[in-house]
T-cell receptor, first 115, second 114 residues
């Protein structure tokens, strides 16, 4: 069975600091997909990014960047110059290439950005 | 606006009183799913549906029922709710082509079973 570990339960930073959220996954499948979701205080889940197991290119989107390394089974998420609006719980998730496509979520990292 | 709509957003009820949480999506997605979120456990899949009249169990289906009579709707039914079903519930939908399609989530339904 697959597993996603987010070891950082809570991180607190001051605005404008850079912060990296760690995600380590386990799966025996060679084809899988990784996702990051954001859950702001209002409670909804917002999709941020997906990555295929066969595509190790890193990605940057504005202040957000993602580093995918198959060798270490990690898919880390960095926020550059953090802002108060980034305060949320962030979830890393994995799904396999099967019909059920259930997302296996990590337990989440709560990020608090202080002004 | 493309969205997944859940109702109600909040519900407090008592043990044994049947309830239904509705979920509707306007994106013509074939795939729909229900998750529950509990502290320290992340989100876990309850049931999923690949298309109309096609449903199957997820990781934690006990105590729940679903139906998929129409493509846009996927209600979650608790026939006899119990306190251990107190949780935050999310409905999600996605296109069916490829497992890498992101699932779009509703805003969540917070259920409290007394």
């Amino acid at each position: 069975a697959q597993k996603v570990t987010q070891a950082q339960t809570e991180i607190s930073v001051v605005e404008k600091e850079d912060v990296t959220l760690d995600c380590v996954y386990e799966t025996r499948d060679t084809t899988y997909y990784l996702f990051w979701y954001k859950q702001p205080p209002s409670g909804e889940l917002v999709f941020l990014i997906r990555r295929n197991s066969f595509d190790e290119q890193n990605e940057i989107s504005g202040r957000y960047s993602w580093n995918f390394q198959k060798s270490t089974s990690s898919f880390n998420f960095t926020i550059t110059a953090s802002q108060v609006v980034d305060s949320a719980v962030y979830f890393c998730a994995l799904t396999l290439d099967t019909g059920r496509r259930a997302l296996t979520f990590g337990s989440g990292t709560r990020l608090q950005v202080q002004p | 606006e493309a969205q997944v709509t859940q109702n109600p957003r909040y519900l407090i009820t008592v043990t044994g009183k049947k309830l239904t949480v509705t979920c509707s999506q306007n994106m013509n997605h074939e795939y729909m799913s229900w998750y529950r979120q509990d502290p320290g456990l992340g989100l876990r899949q309850i049931y999923y549906s690949m298309n109309v009249e096609v449903t199957d169990k997820g990781d934690v289906p006990e105590g729940y029922k679903v139906s998929r009579k129409e493509k846009r709707n996927f209600p979650l039914i608790l026939e006899s709710p119990s306190p251990n079903q107190t949780s935050l519930y999310f409905c999600a939908s996605s296109r069916i082509q490829g497992s890498n399609q992101p699932q779009h989530f509703g805003d969540g339904t917070r259920l409290s079973i007394l």
